[in-house]
């Protein structure tokens, strides 16, 4: 299994752009890289999923470098309610070895 | 709203007490999980099912048993609980077409308390 590196925890302003960055030097060649987003007292919530380059949403964008040891999550101009703990995971196609990590814990502040 | 229903969403047992914690998604999903998350944990995966009728055994099994009862189901057993399994409960469930996840679904979870 790809294991995953994230900082442990980020702080930021309410209308700043955050970037959560995730090692996964070991990555496989069939793994794809997800992003959930957890608030407290709830599921995690699948945000953006990508296997490589730029994949953007209406929610955020995943940014790949060609050799995908590493992936970097933006949230442009983050409120409040982005306060919540951020999930990389990497695996398999078939999904059924994602291993979730401690995640970071994003506090934005006013 | 179409989801995944876990149901309770709150239960305390004693040791030793067994109960079946419920599952159940809307979405025609082939692939469903069972998760536990600890205090300021990550979530750690117990069982999934990768297709109506088949089941394995994910990172923490022991302790639980699960059934795949049809495609919209899946129950996590816990047959003689322990403090040690205190936790919040998550069930899942995506769809996997050929090579692609395309991401889970979470329901809202069981907090289960054993003294």
Known sequence: LAKTTQPISMDSYEGQEVNITCSHNNIATNDYITWYQ??????????????????????????????RKSSTLSLPR????????????VGDNYGQNFVFGPGTRLSVLP | NAGVTQTPKFQVLKTGQSMTLQCAQ??????????????????????????????????????????????????????????????????????????????????????????
Not at chain 1, 38 to 66: C, D, M, W
Not at chain 2, 39 to 50: D, F, K, N, T, V
Not at chain 2, 76 to 82: G, I, P, T, Y
């Open chain 1, 78 to 89: 983050v409120s409040l309610s982005d306060t919540a703990v951020y999930y990389c995971l």
């Open chain 2, 26 to 115: 809307d979405m025609n999903h082939n692939s469903m999980y069972w998760y536990r998350q600890d205090p300021g944990m990550g979530l750690r995966l117990i069982y999934y099912s990768a297709s109506e009728g088949t089941t394995d055994k994910g990172e923490v099994p022991n302790g639980y048993n699960v059934s795949r009862l049809n495609k919209r189901e899946f129950s996590l057993r816990l047959e003689s609980a322990a403090p040690s399994q205190t936790s919040v409960y998550f069930c899942a469930s995506s769809e996997v077409q050929g090579v692609t996840n395309y991401g889970y679904t979470f329901g809202s979870g069981t907090r289960l308390t054993v003294v």
């Open chain 1, 38 to 67: 957890q608030f407290p007292s709830q599921g995690p919530r699948f945000i953006i999923q990508g296997y490589k380059t730029k994949v953007t949403n209406e929610v955020a964008s995943l940014f790949i470098p060609a050799d």
